[in-house]
Every structure is written in C-alpha cells, then in structure tokens.
C-alpha cells in the first residue's frame, strides 16, 4: 500500500501492455493451460458421480456434490495457481526466476520440498469448497428458472447466461479468501517470508489496509468470471446434450423427485456426467 504499482484494473491493463506488450498480459499462460483440463475432468466427472451416490437431484445435493468436486479438485489447482502467481509476479526479461510453470514448480520443489509445493493448500480449500458448491447450484436453478430445454431456439445464450452468472456468484461468495490464499502463495517471492499463516495473513492485511484489501482485484476477476464460466458450462452441457441426444437417462443416475418436473427429454446437466 505505501507504494501501489496499479490504481485500478484499467491502468493495470494499460501499464503492463506499455511496458511488456500484449504479450505481457498472457504471462503464467502456461499453467493454467496445462493444468485446467484435468481440473475441469475432475470437477465434472466429480460432481455427477457424486449426484448420483447421493440419490436425489436436490438443491442440497447440487452443494454438496459441488462442494465435493471443488475439494477434490484442489491437488491440481493448488499447485497450479502457485506456478501462475510467481510466474505472473516475477520480473520481465533476464532478471525473471522462473523459465515456465515445470521450473517454477521444480525450483519450488528442491528449495521447499512437497510442503512449498502445496503451499496455500488450506486456504485454496477454504476456498474451493463452498464455491464450487455455490458454482453448481446457481447453474441448476439458474437452467430451471429460464426453461432451458432442447428445441429453444435460445438455449445457448439461456446457457451462456445461466453459466456466466454462476461463475459470478461463485467468485463472490468466498473472494476474500482468494486474496488470502494469493497473498501466501506470493509470500517470500521477493525478500523474507511476511505471512505465518492464514490468520495471521488476514490480521496483517486488514491491520495494514482495512477491509478493502479483501476485495482487491475483485473487478478484474469478475470480468473474467462471465466469459470463462459462460464458455465452460455452455459447452459441456450442449456437448452432453447432443452426445446423449434424447434417449433415456442411464440407470442410477439421478432424476428430479418433484411432481412439477416437465414430461419429455430436458436439457442434460453437467450434473449427469
């Protein structure tokens, strides 16, 4: 704080484009692109298995089996964002510590061992958990509530909008402990460690810049949230749609309870992976 580099998302954007180019605004590409198809198989394959243990498509089973995909899901992720935020944090040019998200994730190993390799581990937990719960049943209220059924000459922007705003919400519901969980991956990458854990992360942060450093970042993520999470549910569940086409649901998966359910083929949910 006693001395910001950025003023908002927008001068961010522009500083690290006049400075490093557009190629500036995709560094710490590498390990997200590495890591998000196994999460995403994980997170989906994940949560409909465990939809289907529970018995009954509810909203509480939509939770949990969301909140069960994104704990799973955090052996991955955990590492992965670890790579991305000091690859995105280190300096440009020959000066930069790490040559790609491999070496970052080695260099880490040798100095730190497993340990530093899962570091932010709690916290990405704290994280990944009730998000993933919300992420999953916002989507399938969210498809109800605007009639997302196969022959709607809308269904893909339903699609896009129901997925989109998930993505929205879920960011929304545990951002502060994002900034937590960044913050302690970051701790160290330039001079001594500050951090000793979760908690005393948050009393220095919040003793040092009040409540607004929890939302730190916030506009920028939620601009990204949309598009990502739009593109992601839309796509897998059009893709199951037409994979499956109409015939009848497999035996054991789950089906809605309710009496109020339409008769016919409905739009297959990520849920019935």
Known sequence: MEKPQYRGT??????????????????????????????????????????????????????????????????????????????????????????????????????????????????????????????FLAYDVLTRALGCEPGDRLVVPKLLLAGGTSGILSWLSTYPVDVVKSRLQADGLRGTPRYRGIVDCVRQSYQAEGWRVFTRGLASTLLRAFPVNAATFATVTVVLTYARGEEAQPEGEAVPTTSAAPAGPTLAQPSSL
């Open 10 to 135: 927008l001068h961010c954007f522009q500083a690290i484009i006049k400075q490093e180019s557009v190629l500036g605004l995709y560094r710490g590409l590498g390990s997200p692109l590495m890591g998000l198809t196994f999460i995403n198989a994980l997170v989906f394959g994940v949560q409909g298995n465990t939809l289907r243990a529970l018995g009954q498509d509810s909203p509480l089973n939509q939770f949990l089996a969301g909140a069960a995909a994104g704990t799973i899901q955090c052996v991955i992720c955990c590492p992965m964002e670890l790579a991305k935020t000091r690859l995105q944090l280190q300096d440009a040019g020959p000066a930069r510590t790490y040559r790609g998200p491999l070496d970052c994730l080695a260099q880490i190993y040798r100095q730190e061992g497993l340990r530093g390799v899962n570091r932010g581990m709690a916290s990405t937990l704290l994280r990944e958990t009730p998000s993933f719960g919300v992420y």
